[in-house]
């Protein structure tokens, strides 16, 4: 099996262990946390990233927490001393939906075993079972992406992705750039293009770091080059993750991807979106229902702790944006492919 070289989040010595991609691409640190309340401002602070990870980190969280509180002696009622942490988790970030879905799975637990000493070791369990199926499930979606990646017999096939949806955005292999690893695993000749991803830099920083790092040809351009290129013929398609989708297919990721899907449509040019059934909010009915988070303003009026605005400037700052069904031409799974993806398409995936 094919595992990223570096590991993102897990579990080390009763404590949750992440790698800090605040730091990438200059150090590689890995702080650990040991409460829930930590974790959850770990999240929100963007040590950790991507809808995956975040699900992964959530569920170590109320695990941690559990052992946190059973070194001060087994509570009575585990369902209300874990409460609190639970949902400090929740309020870490709105709009990815694998965070909420992590927490219900690990609130099963507690249900199911309200009150046994052995509590902590149950949740600690479920959380790995969390952290291993989504390494199987990006592997899956890598699977099923690459059969829709076919290079011209005289060219290399450039892909273009928008922010980071690889091993830093999940537990360990990737959706978006999972499409791209198995390509690559698998021979064929591809290059990929990254858009930087202002105001974060997820792009350069992250998903650069990542390809490099795995011997992927990789060039680094601005967000605001992508059309550019696509009219001029140099990207041939468009693979991007997802942090929410809708239940009619609409579908939230980074801010700028709708752009990119808008000018995908306008060229002609295939734009696919890779993400595990987690990812599917089948109680969100459409795209206008998902919140959109606002990150703070220095995101935007600061570039690496250096100011670039004026002072006194007003900043708007989503990190999100929402890409309408009819612009993607394939949802790629764990399940398998969805093309032209709509609501009973969708609801067909979780009947199989």
């Known amino acids: 099996m094919h595992m990223s070289l570096f590991e993102v989040v897990g579990w080390h010595e009763g404590k949750v262990r992440m790698l800090d991609q605040r730091l990438l691409p ?30 992964c980190a959530a569920a170590f969280g109320v695990a941690v927490e559990a052992h946190r509180l059973a070194q001060a002696g087994v509570p009575a009622h585990w369902e209300e001393a874990l409460m609190p942490g639970c949902q400090t988790l929740l309020e870490s970030r709105p709009t990815a939906i694998n965070l909420a879905w992590a927490i219900a799975r690990m609130r099963q637990v507690i249900a199911a075993h309200p009150t046994p000493a052995d509590l902590p070791a149950r949740l600690l369990a479920e959380a790995e079972a969390i952290h291993r199926e989504d390494i199987a499930s990006c592997r899956a979606i890598g699977e099923h992406g690459a059969s829709l990646i076919q290079p011209p017999d005289n060219r290399p096939l450039t892909i273009m992705t928008h922010c980071n949806a690889g091993a830093l955005a999940t537990a360990g292999y990737g959706t978006a750039l999972g499409v791209i690893r198995s390509a690559h695993l698998a021979g064929k000749p591809i290059r990929v293009i990254a858009c930087e991803t202002r105001p974060y830099l997820q792009g350069a920083r992250l998903t650069a770091w990542e390809l490099v790092k795995e011997g992927i040809h990789t060039t680094l351009i601005t967000d605001n080059m992508a059309g ?15 942090d929410r989708i809708a239940a009619n297919g609409d579908t939230a990721n980074k801010i700028g991807t709708y752009s990119h899907a808008v000018l995908a449509n306008r060229n002609g ?27 703070p303003a220095d995101e935007v009026t600061h570039c690496l702790n250096q100011r670039i605005a004026a002072i006194g400037v007003h900043v708007r700052n989503p990190a999100f944006d929402v890409t309408p069904a009819e612009l993607i031409s394939a949802l790629i799974t764990e399940r398998g492919i969805v093309r032209v993806p709509n609501r009973e398409k969708i609801r067909g995936l979780f009947s199989k």
């Open 228 to 242: 550019h290129l696509m009219s001029q013929g140099d990207i041939d398609l468009v693979v991007v993750g997802a």
């Open 269 to 295: 040019i295939p734009f696919l979106v890779a993400a595990p059934i987690s990812t599917i909010d089948l109680n969100t009915l459409r795209g206008s229902d998902i919140p959109i988070e606002e990150r």
């Open 26 to 55: 200059d150090q590689e640190i890995y702080p650990e946390y040991s409460s829930a309340a930590e974790v959850a401002q770990a999240i929100r602070s963007m040590v950790i990233r991507g809808a995956p990870a975040i699900g």
